[in-house]
């Protein structure tokens, strides 16, 4: 039996368009985008092109407002770190949700030792952001709020547009990080009323070691990284051609075929839940509605999230993710699954399940009886 | 999210556990819990002739934890009373053919629930008092470091 892989939220292959249209950037078409002699123009000429791709996706103003970075981790520092630093003066107080994602949370928690008050907003048992927990918190010294567009673990998609305008009435900057969003829901920067918006590559099956952010034209924000004066400063080093040539034409493709894809994903993603559900004492995580089109989470009573990977993985050939305890490097159960209100031993038998190109209707009866065989076994293991 | 690579043996114990199950009125009876994780393991014995006639366990953790529960189990086998009580968590472990070092702390659970389902055979027959079966049990002080944990 080949394998089902339903882990495309932790790494998705690269599209193979997009790695013959970037493959010649790292042979043919390589060159400096800085150097002024014909090969730095033709590299840098490609930069622009692949900045202009990336800010149609999410209907920026204008290429100019798109940087590239490393990756998401960069970006969301960036975001954090450049506004909150940059805004000082005006006020510092920092908010975020509970369930964002750690590269988020954890420049927060630096920032908080360095003096500034960060204060985090509850969500709902479905992972919806309170909103009036929101309004209450904010004060003209929030410099700045992020709230994530939908989160990884529990495809809950909060209602931006909202949060935006809470934030924008009565704090002052909304940083987004879209990574898990983008490519598989409509992100409109403008009409949702987003100041800072975090992209990721590789969730587009562009290159990894690519992300960007979406800085709003008139919105300062300050280096991390010092060094050269690449992305206008802000993102200082060469940059990285072939990924971000490829970030560049991944996000070309997402627009094209984001909402025809999804909309596929969808209903392979219905008839998993629809399945899987039918096992005994198996719930499902995160919103049943407003929860990205590819993304099926589940807890199942009396076992470990560990345990079903590997047994899915070793018995199965079928890959998916788990926010338990056990699989996490600090041993510390997910705070996702905390914040929405499941006891340590609940957020132990999660199962997370994302989807992308190779997955089709055919994959759901195997896989939802493979879950229900591993849930079996890992039971009859269980002395609860 | 679990990028935690298994030896072959523990893979092996894990997906094909040796003594799973349950034995009623069982001689001996130690459960313990992980206290890193919150996860949870159970051993049942008989005893024949001071030895280990009869061995089972239940659990609820991670890979490594029920690779672990197999694995004692199988060592503690015909062994006499007094010699499965020197088995150790690293015993238990080196012949795992090693455990990543966040998970070192699960192959307490085996050793702990094993000499717990000793001690509570030797609390029935009069051998030891309740107090002693509690007290001088392998402590998991100084496992910080191997735990990753807060
Ligand atoms: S039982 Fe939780 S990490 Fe092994």
Redesign the pocket.
């Known amino acids: 039996m080949c394998g089902i892989y339903l882990d495309y939220q932790s790494a998705s292959p690269l599209d193979p368009r997009v790695a013959e249209f970037a493959e010649s950037f790292l042979s043919s078409d390589f060159g400096n985008p800085s150097a002024l002699h014909s090969r730095g123009l033709a590299a840098k000429a490609a930069l622009e092109e692949a900045r202009a791709k990336v800010a149609k996706l999410i209907n920026a103003e204008s290429p100019e407002s798109i940087v590239f970075t490393a990756g998401v981790t960069e970006a969301n520092n960036l975001a954090i770190r450049g506004a909150a630093l940059r805004s000082a003066a005006k006020g510092k107080k920092l908010l975020a949700s509970l369930i964002e994602h750690i590269s988020v949370l954890n420049p927060l928690k630096d920032l908080k030792k360095g003096g500034f008050d960060l204060a985090l907003v509850p969500v709902d048992s479905m992972g919806i952001i309170d909103l009036a927990a929101l309004e209450g918190l904010l004060s003209k010294e929030t410099v700045l709020t992020s709230v994530m567009y939908a989160n990884s673990e529990i495809g809950t998609i909060q209602p931006i547009k909202e949060v935006s305008d809470l934030v924008h009435e009565k704090g002052q900057f909304l940083h987004v990080d879209g990574a898990a969003a983008a490519g598989k829901i409509p992100i409109d920067v403008q009409k949702d009323g987003i100041d800072l918006l975090t992209l990721s590559s590789n969730d587009l099956y562009g290159p990894q070691g690519a992300g960007a952010l979406y800085v709003r034209p008139g919105v300062r924000i300050q280096p991390v990284l010092f060094g050269g004066g690449q992305e206008k400063g802000l993102v200082p080093g060469t940059e990285n051609l072939y990924a971000l040539a490829g970030f560049g034409e991944a996000a070309r493709l997402a627009k094209l075929e984001k909402a025809e894809e999804s909309q596929r994903l969808q209903a392979i993603r219905d008839g998993l839940i629809k399945e899987i559900l039918k096992i005994e004492e198996s719930y499902l995580t995160g919103h049943p509605t407003k929860r990205l089109p590819h993304h099926a989470s589940f807890r199942f009573s009396r076992i470990?999230g560990?345990s079903i990977l590997l047994t899915m993985d070793a018995m199965f050939n079928i890959q998916v993710s788990t926010g338990s305890?056990?699989s996490s490097r600090t041993?510390e159960p997910s705070h996702v699954l905390l914040a929405i209100g499941l006891r340590h031993e609940q957020a132990h038998g999660s199962m997370v399940m994302t989807l992308g190109r190779q997955n089709n209707p055919d994959q759901i009866a195997p896989t939802a009886n493979a879950t229900k065989k591993t849930v079996e076994r890992l039971r009859a293991l269980s002395p609860l | 999210m679990a990028q935690i690579g298994y030896s072959k043996e523990v893979m092996e114990h894990f997906m094909n556990p040796r003594n799973v199950g349950v034995i009623e009125n069982p001689d001996g009876y130690g459960q313990v819990g992980?206290p890193?994780?919150?996860?949870l393991m159970e051993i049942f014995i008989t005893v024949k002739e001071d030895k280990i006639d009869d061995i089972k366990f239940r659990t609820f953790?991670?890979g490594?934890?029920i690779a672990v529960s197999s694995m004692v189990t199988e060592m503690a086998k015909g062994k006499t009373l007094d010699e499965a009580m020197l088995i150790t968590r690293k015993d238990v472990a080196e012949e795992l053919g090693g455990l990543p070092p966040q998970?070192m702390?699960?192959s307490n659970?085996g050793a702990d629930a094993l000499h717990a389902a000793i001690k509570n055979y030797w609390v029935k027959i009069g051998k030891i008092k309740p107090e002693e079966a509690e007290a001088g049990e392998e402590s998991h002080e100084g496992e910080e470091g191997e735990s990753c944990g807060t």
């Open positions: 470990e560990e305890a056990c041993l | 992980n890193v994780c919150g996860d953790g991670c490594s934890a998970k702390h699960c659970l």
